[in-house]
């Protein structure tokens, strides 16, 4: 099947997490269970000013996001979860520095959207995007999202310990 509907239960995401080392794997293990709950979600690898889409997956996204950015400058979805290194949920609001993003995901702006950091060291690397689609608001979906995130935190921080 396609590569962006291809999910798994959060039960067997959070199983496969305790078991893989491999960074591609274990992130493609988290999007893959987050779009199990929600209609949308996106992987995106953080810089210092941007954050660039590198996976998605979810019965509701319908293109390639690969390569869309959202730049961290005024944007506060985003911007928010990478600089206090902790999830948000919050109303969507376009902004220029979302809208090649929200273009790729092609449709009208969900309600709302959880954007949660993926940690390494104690910095945000990457980010977790999800959302219910078009119009959709979040709210119970958070909660299974915010287990699958800490849980590939806590593994990172074991595959990658921090040096005394």
């Known amino acids: ?24 794997v274990l992130s ?10 929600v209609g949308r979600a996106v992987f995106l690898k953080a810089h210092a000013d941007r954050a660039v889409a590198w996976l998605g997956s979810g019965r509701l996204l319908d ?18 979860a990478h600089a206090l290194r902790a999830p948000v949920l919050a109303p969507v609001v ?7 993003f929200f ?17 390494l060291r104690g910095r945000a690397v990457a980010l977790l995007y999800a959302d219910l689609g078009p119009g959709g608001t979040l709210r ?4 299974p999202l ?4 800490t849980a590939l935190n806590r593994r ?9």
Do not use: C, K, Q, Y
Request: net charge negative.
């Open 1 to 24: 099947g396609d590569e962006r509907t291809r999910m798994v239960s959060h039960e067997e995401a959070l199983r496969l997490i305790d078991l893989m080392e491999d960074p591609v």
């Open 28 to 37: 493609a293990l988290l999007v893959r269970g987050a779009a199990s709950s």
């Open 63 to 80: 293109g390639d996001v690969r390569g869309a950015e959202v730049t961290f400058g005024s944007d506060a979805l985003f911007a928010a």
């Open 94 to 100: 376009p902004t220029p520095s979302t809208a090649r």
């Open 103 to 119: 273009a790729a995901l092609d449709g009208p702006l969900p309600m709302n959207a959880f954007v949660a950091p993926v940690l």
């Open 140 to 143: 119970d979906e958070a909660i």
């Open 146 to 149: 915010l287990v699958l995130t």
């Open 156 to 164: 990172f921080e074991s595959l990658s310990p921090v040096s005394s």
